[in-house]
């Protein structure tokens, strides 16, 4: 059974420190650690690096904005009556799908304007992208957040009446889809870090293509297990909406970038 032991780490005189600050602190180093060692091995004589790092102040601020932004957007029968809220983030509420949608904005604008590869720093971001995904899920463990429909199985969550949906308010104990989601990041950065670099690595834009497939895939499944969707678009919970789309872009890109290697490849031939 698993049950968190709240949502405040410690205090600092009249300051107080939550735990889902110090998982998304972490998540965001861990995560450009890796994208910086893999640029490093990767590109180690241009200044790839040093565009990672500029990279990262924008991407740090600009994703919490965006991540913060959605989830008030598909919440927002809730925010409009409760307006202060909005910018209380360390109560959760950041999004996945609007910190990656910033950040596909981010360095889009930023490739533009220093003239650089977009899909080539989508690519490197993508590695550390996925494994802070999985990382920042602890943080809806310690806010009990983000949990699934009720069960009795070995692995279950206990979520404390507060944060109990009224409907479920009798059970003790649910799904802890934030663990499944952490496995399956894992999973997912694992299948990036080796069968699809050790293959795809030549072919700019499908690291990110297989970033969206298997994501997406995951999060379709993991989502129709929770039981706090709010938002609901064409008979689906928006972010099962989101992943649909986004494992189409997957789908259509990988496609493109391959034709295109294809296409390079018969050209040189030729």
Same mark, same amino acid.
């Given at each position: 059974?698993l049950?968190s032991?709240?949502?405040?780490a410690?205090?600092?005189?009249?300051?107080?420190?939550?735990?889902?600050?110090?998982?998304? &602190?972490?998540?965001f180093?861990?995560?450009l650690?890796i994208?910086?060692?893999?640029?490093?091995?990767?590109y180690?004589e241009?200044?790839?690096?040093e565009?990672i790092?500029?990279?990262?102040?924008?991407?740090? *601020?600009?994703?919490?904005?965006?991540?913060?932004?959605?989830?008030?957007i598909?919440?927002w029968?809730?925010?409009?009556?409760?307006?202060?809220?909005?910018?209380?983030?360390?109560?959760?509420?950041?999004?996945?799908?609007?910190?990656?949608?910033?950040?596909?904005?981010?360095?889009?604008?930023?490739?533009?304007?220093?003239k650089?590869?977009?899909?080539?720093?989508?690519?490197l971001? &993508?590695?550390?992208?996925?494994? &802070?995904?999985?990382i920042?899920?602890?943080?809806?463990?310690? %806010?009990?957040e983000?949990?699934?429909?009720?069960?009795?199985?070995?692995?279950k969550?206990?979520?404390?009446?507060? %944060?109990?949906?009224?409907e479920? *308010?009798?059970?003790?104990?649910?799904?802890?889809?934030?663990?499944?989601?952490?496995?399956?990041?894992?999973?997912?950065?694992?299948?990036?870090?080796?069968?699809?670099?050790k293959?795809?690595?030549n072919?700019?834009g499908?690291?990110?293509?297989?970033?969206?497939?298997?994501?997406?895939?995951?999060?379709?499944?993991?989502?129709?297990?929770?039981?706090?969707?709010?938002?609901?678009?064409f008979g689906?919970?928006? &972010?099962?909406f989101?992943?649909?789309?986004?494992?189409?872009?997957?789908?259509?890109?990988?496609y493109?970038?391959?034709?295109?290697?294809q296409n390079?490849?018969?050209d040189?031939?030729?």
């Amino acid at each position: 059974m698993l049950k968190s032991p709240g949502a405040v780490a410690f205090h600092i005189g009249s300051l107080t420190i939550y735990w889902y600050g110090i998982i998304i &602190a972490l998540a965001f180093l861990v995560g450009l650690f890796i994208t910086l060692a893999i640029a490093k091995k990767d590109y180690p004589e241009d200044k790839t690096r040093e565009h990672i790092i500029d990279l990262s102040t924008l991407l740090l *601020i600009g994703g919490i904005i965006f991540a913060r932004l959605y989830y008030v957007i598909f919440n927002w029968k809730y925010y409009s009556h409760h307006l202060l809220e909005s910018f209380m983030t360390w109560r959760g509420g950041l999004s996945i799908h609007g910190v990656i949608i910033g950040s596909i904005l981010i360095i889009y604008f930023y490739a533009k304007h220093h003239k650089i590869s977009l899909l080539k720093y989508t690519d490197l971001f &993508a590695y550390g992208m996925i494994f &802070a995904q999985a990382i920042g899920r602890w943080g809806n463990f310690f %806010n009990s957040e983000a949990f699934g429909s009720p069960t009795n199985l070995p692995w279950k969550l206990y979520i404390p009446p507060a %944060n109990r949906p009224l409907e479920y *308010i009798n059970f003790e104990y649910f799904h802890p889809t934030f663990l499944y989601e952490f496995l399956w990041n894992l999973v997912v950065f694992i299948i990036l870090i080796t069968v699809v670099r050790k293959n795809f690595k030549n072919n700019t834009g499908s690291i990110t293509c297989f970033y969206f497939i298997l994501y997406s895939l995951g999060r379709f499944i993991i989502e129709g297990i929770r039981i706090d969707n709010i938002y609901v678009i064409f008979g689906l919970p928006i &972010a099962q909406f989101i992943s649909i789309i986004m494992f189409s872009a997957g789908i259509i890109g990988l496609y493109l970038v391959l034709k295109q290697k294809q296409n390079h490849d018969t050209d040189l031939k030729n």
